[in-house]
Every structure is written in structure tokens, then in C-alpha cells.
């Protein structure tokens, strides 16, 4: 299954990577402000930490086992908890499986070892992914 995950190529002066080369990548919460870089960087379900250059693998892999990494890095991170509030597990379980969706979805545009780049299109609020 293509999958998205974090990688440490530094194209421009802007670029960072705080997360574990190879981990998995999800689509981050974007803040308002525009200096922080969270709306041009997928952060990493182990290390929490973000980076603005991805790359798509096909890993081996299936939709099951990244729902559950994902709801992991919910739990893990606290957002379980707080979506626990409105919804209960029902609530935590399927913001995890539209996260998951909209990550595979971005993957599976490109081939794999593809680095890509996000950038969160605060318009419309919703992310695009362009080949690096």
C-alpha cells in the first residue's frame, strides 16, 4: 500500500525535518498563524514531529494496520481524548479513518519513492500535494 512518510531531503532554506526518516505521515492541524510552517508540513505518527518534504513508499502494509497506527498518534498525541468528548470511540475511530483516507488518497497519485511537498491552501481549507 503507497503511504506517506516523512524525509529529510533539504531542497530549499526553507525546508526542516524534526521527524524519524521513514515513519509515517499525517496531515497536520494548521494554526493561524502563517510563520510556524505547520500549513506546509505533515507531522510523523511516532516522533509528533514535522517535516515539509515527504515521500511516498509501498509498504506492505494494510488499511487496518494504518487506521491503527493513526489511532495510536491519536492517543498518544491527546486528540483521542478530546474527541472522545463529542462523539466517544466512534468519534476517534472516524477521524482516523478520514485522516488515513486523505493520506492514502495523496499517495496514491504518485509513484513509489516520490518526494512530494504539502502546502495547506488556507482559501479553501484543504491540503494539496505537488511532486518535489
Known amino acids: 500500500m503507497k503511504?506517506?512518510?516523512?524525509?529529510?531531503?533539504k531542497q530549499r532554506?526553507?525546508?526542516?525535518?524534526?521527524?524519524?526518516?521513514?515513519?509515517?505521515?499525517?496531515?497536520?492541524l494548521v494554526c493561524d498563524s502563517k510563520r510556524c510552517g505547520c500549513d506546509r508540513a505533515f507531522g510523523g505518527l511516532n516522533s509528533h514531529q514535522a517535516s515539509t518534504t515527504?515521500?511516498?513508499?509501498d509498504l506492505d502494509l494494510t488499511y487496518d494496520d494504518v487506521?491503527?497506527?493513526y489511532l495510536?498518534?491519536?492517543?498518544?498525541?491527546?486528540?483521542?481524548?478530546?474527541?472522545?468528548?463529542?462523539?466517544g470511540d466512534d468519534e476517534?475511530?472516524?477521524?482516523?479513518?478520514?485522516?488515513?483516507?486523505?493520506?492514502?488518497?495523496?499517495?496514491?497519485?504518485?509513484p513509489d519513492r516520490q518526494v512530494v511537498r504539502v502546502k495547506f491552501d488556507r482559501k479553501t481549507d484543504d491540503w494539496k500535494v505537488l511532486a518535489a
Not at 532554506?13 to 497536520?28: H, K, Q, T, V, Y
Not at 495510536?72 to 468528548?85: D, F, K, P
Open 3 to 9: 503511504v506517506l512518510t516523512i524525509h529529510h531531503l
Open 13 to 28: 532554506e526553507d525546508d526542516f525535518c524534526f521527524g524519524i526518516e521513514g515513519e509515517l505521515a499525517l496531515p497536520s
Open 54 to 57: 515527504l515521500m511516498v513508499r
Open 67 to 69: 487506521v491503527t497506527a
Open 72 to 87: 495510536a498518534y491519536l492517543e498518544s498525541a491527546g486528540w483521542a481524548a478530546l474527541l472522545r468528548t463529542s462523539g
Open 92 to 110: 476517534v475511530l472516524r477521524y482516523a479513518q478520514d485522516m488515513v483516507a486523505e493520506a492514502l488518497a495523496f499517495a496514491s497519485n504518485y
